[in-house]
């Protein structure tokens, strides 16, 4: 009997393995967390950039307040004065008390307490990226004009915040690679245990003109609706996962707390995970036969 009588049913039942009962939960929770680290990643990429666009080259001056309307007034003009003739600042503009009440209000109660309270006055300043600022020389002279100026560089801590981001994307590449890794795992040993029990019936194969190719793909495709339905499983579940975690985050003041945008692109990447999964499983399982097949031989 030639190869060619051989087609696609079964010849080995790998559906009645034991593994195979396990194998989709598995799988299924391995797409879930790599669902998980590939949202935590695109989550982390998006405050990123938002943080970066919104105060790259930018800072704060916070004028202490004086004793009265008048004084506060004169602190202002003379500030204002020497931060617009810098020539490393583009724009410096008061910040409306309103404004400033409003940011507070969320920590120390409401506006009518808080109007009550010595607040003090803001200056939003715009850099010149090609013109470097000496900020300690900049600050001495707005204290001179009203004692107690200071500045708030946003590139510093933004920077602080930008590599803490980083270094957790990093680590959620890091997961997803670890996940990739005990998926392959566990479809390899799956797989070889799959070729220990079927031992006898693949020597049968072989003596009636079964070639190598055949009884790996008969593997193969087994572990490609394994991956498959343990995929899509796993998928569903990181589905409500989603949605808590983003309706909690909407609960959450937006003032504290940046707005998160995920590309298209990264939502395709979540959706192919079960696809990738399956592919996955039938290349480790191919890999896997051929190479002990050949060792049989």
């Not at 593994?19 to 935590?40: D, E, K, N, Q």
């Not at 055949?214 to 087994?222: G, L, N, T, V």
């Not at 399956?278 to 051929?290: F, H, I, K, Q």
């Amino acid at each position: 009997m030639s190869f060619l009588s051989f087609n696609h049913h079964k010849d080995l039942p790998l559906d009645k393995d034991p593994g195979t009962r396990f194998l989709p939960w598995l799988i299924a929770f391995m797409v879930y967390l790599a669902a998980l680290s590939v949202i935590a990643t695109s989550i982390m990429q998006s405050v990123s950039a938002r943080w970066e666009r919104g105060v790259n080259d930018t800072l704060t001056v916070q004028l202490p307040p004086a004793q009265s309307v008048g004084e506060d007034q004169e602190r202002m003009a003379q500030s204002l004065k020497i931060l617009r003739n810098h020539p490393a600042v583009v724009l410096a503009e008061p910040v409306a008390k309103s404004h400033v009440l409003s940011l507070l209000e969320p920590w120390l109660g409401d506006a009518d307490t808080l109007a009550q309270m010595p607040v003090p006055h803001l200056i939003n300043v715009s850099l010149r990226r090609e013109v470097d600022m000496d900020a300690e020389a900049l600050v001495v002279k707005l204290d001179q004009v009203a004692p107690g100026a200071t500045m708030d560089d946003h590139r510093i801590w933004m920077d602080r915040l930008i590599r803490m981001s980083k270094t957790l994307e990093y680590g959620a590449y890091l997961v997803l690679s670890l996940i990739c890794l005990a998926s392959i795992g566990t479809v390899f040993f799956v797989t070889k245990t799959g070729l220990a029990i079927h031992h006898d019936v693949i020597e049968v194969l072989h003596l009636i003109g079964a070639q190598d190719s055949y009884i790996a793909r008969q593997f193969a495709e087994h572990s490609l609706h394994m991956g498959l339905r343990g995929g899509m499983l796993g998928l569903a579940v990181a589905g409500p996962t989603f949605g808590g975690f983003a309706y909690l985050y909407r609960q959450v003041d937006s003032a504290l707390l940046p707005q998160i945008d995920i590309t298209i692109m990264q939502w395709i990447a979540v959706l192919a995970l079960p696809f990738i999964s399956a592919l996955m499983g039938y290349l480790t399982a191919r890999s896997a036969v051929l190479r002990s097949l050949k060792k049989m031989v």
